[in-house]
């Protein structure tokens, strides 16, 4: 009497958290087990400078703003830096034409931002958290990813790129920790992309701001900080819709993208220490449009496949990518595809770690389907 009992969804979640946490723990002390954040070698030549994720972002948009005159950042406290320190500095070194606070009204930034690229502007317009997105739904649905197609190409609205921090980042809770590609990627018109790291974030980033049509970029906040690389210092690009082997397999194909390519990672290592099970990592780095060659050719070769995101399980971009790998490779699946992801609640808060998909979940995964 007097407490409160707990729900009945919260209890599950619990229980499949301890019974998560509670297998695959052998074999996690292997010395070839990177800790924390893999750094990657710069992907393309010349002078590099130790970048995080946030300092790769900030070149990213200082090398836009500087190459492109009609290129204008904005969004709310962008003038001041952000709240994550992405653009500190240049409204000082561009002026207040071109860096600038906005309203706090994300309908009002992504109409603006519509209207700006429609007149010839590439606009670069940064939405605090990807949680508030939402508010602006009908501009994006209705406007941006249609003007195009409703014009016949006579206008369009292409040099918009939306950047936004997504993800989960250990104490966001429920407003500032979700994962919302899903939601853009059933949006025909956009293009949505998802960085892993530092290097591949700046070279993304702009790609994105010079493509001809409208970009959501969302970056993985956890790694802001964590993620530290030699980043070019120059002007590169790095191509969309073109997903990156990053180590090459011939048992099981593993499939993620954004933070979620760090536990699959350490699962693919101590899969091939503990199983002897050779893992094909594949970092997607685009949703939509995605690279369905580089996958496909992938699992012909495997015949097994697993895929692992940070958003939930119902109606995340791994059906997707299963109902392609399904209708393209049947003959070749040796068994059922796998899927780890977050689950089926609202994000939780101090539940954070049980519920993103983790190191040991996507080894669970991998061993599970080579014992199909």
Not at 78 to 87: E, L, P, T
Request: one cysteine or more; hydrophobic letters at 40%.
């Amino acid at each position: 009497p007097g407490k409160t009992k707990m729900s009945l969804t919260s209890s599950r979640l619990v229980w499949r958290c301890l019974r998560s946490f509670s297998t695959g723990v052998k074999g996690w002390d292997s010395p070839n087990l990177p800790k924390g954040y893999v750094a990657e070698p710069s992907p393309v030549k010349g002078e590099t400078k130790k970048m995080n994720l946030v300092e790769a972002i900030r070149s990213g948009l200082d090398i836009a703003l500087q190459t492109d005159p009609t290129a204008v950042v904005f969004g709310e406290d962008v003038a001041f830096g952000g709240v994550f320190r992405c653009s500190v500095g240049l409204q000082a070194k561009y002026g207040k034409s071109r860096v600038f606070n906005t309203p706090l009204c994300e309908q009002g930034i992504l109409g603006f931002g519509i209207g700006l690229a429609v007149h010839g502007n590439t606009a670069v317009a940064e939405i605090q958290f990807a949680d508030y997105i939402h508010p602006a739904f009908d501009q994006v649905v209705n406007e941006a990813a249609k003007y195009r197609y409703r014009s016949a190409s006579l206008y369009h609205c292409g040099r918009l790129t939306v950047r936004a921090p997504y993800g989960a980042v250990g104490h966001g809770g429920l407003y500032h920790s979700q994962s919302v590609e899903s939601f853009y990627a059933h949006i025909p018109g956009i293009t949505v992309v998802i960085p892993r790291g530092p290097s591949q974030a700046k070279g993304l980033l702009l790609s994105a701001i010079r493509d001809d049509n409208p970009t959501f970029f969302f970056e993985p906040k956890a790694l802001y900080r964590a993620a530290i690389e030699d980043v070019p210092v120059g002007d590169y690009t790095l191509p969309l819709s073109q997903a990156e082997i990053l180590h090459e397999g011939s048992n099981v194909t593993v499939i993620g993208y954004g933070a979620q390519i760090q536990p699959l990672r350490q699962a693919c290592i101590v899969a091939k220490e503990q199983l002897g099970v050779s893992c094909e990592l594949i970092d997607l780095r685009t949703i939509v449009p995605w690279d369905e060659d580089t996958i496909i050719k992938s699992v012909c070769k495997t015949g097994r496949v697993v895929i692992a995101h940070e958003d939930t399980f119902t109606g995340g971009f791994a059906g997707e990518l299963i109902a392609t790998i399904q209708a393209e490779c049947f003959l070749n699946l040796e068994a059922p595809i796998q899927r780890v992801c977050s689950w089926d609640t609202p994000f939780p808060l101090v539940y954070e770690p049980f519920c993103v998909p983790s190191k040991y979940r996507c080894f669970e995964a991998i061993k599970k389907v080579v014992s199909f």
